[in-house]
């Protein structure tokens, strides 16, 4: 079984910043990619920043130049640093990981953490 645990919402005035952390725990051999999600109210959950194993970043065009995916190997940890958050940042925001065994993919999902961003 494997764990994925979020960290890091809260409530943020526009233009701060947040770090969100994901640790990966259990039945855990290889993690090929790690990605943030996020859901707001009466949306579709999206796809924010994705991580490979290599390093290789992808973000959504709203986030590029203010949110940075990093990754620390060791800790099995996904990072995601967001600065200059907007308002419309506001949403549940998931952890997703896939774990490798024997060639198949397996996804693991977080159980979100709540980012508001409200003066």
């Known amino acids: 079984q494997v764990q994925v645990v979020e960290s890091g919402g809260g409530l943020v005035q526009p233009g701060g910043s947040l770090r969100l952390s994901c640790a990966a725990s259990?039945?855990?051999?290889?993690?090929?990619?790690m990605d943030w999600y996020r859901q707001a109210p009466g949306k579709q959950r999206e796809l924010v920043a994705r991580?490979?194993?290599?390093?290789?970043?992808n973000y959504a065009d709203s986030v590029k130049g203010r949110f940075t995916i990093s990754r620390d190997n060791a800790k099995n940890t996904v990072y995601l640093q967001m600065n200059n958050l907007k308002p419309e940042d506001t949403a549940v925001y998931y952890c997703?990981?896939?774990?490798?065994?024997?060639?198949?993919?397996?996804?693991?999902w977080g159980q979100g953490t709540q980012v508001t961003v409200s003066s």
């Open positions: 997703r990981i896939v774990v490798e065994r024997a060639l198949i993919g397996y996804q693991y």
């Open positions: 259990g039945n855990i051999f290889s993690i090929n990619t």
């Open positions: 991580i490979g194993s290599g390093g290789t970043t």
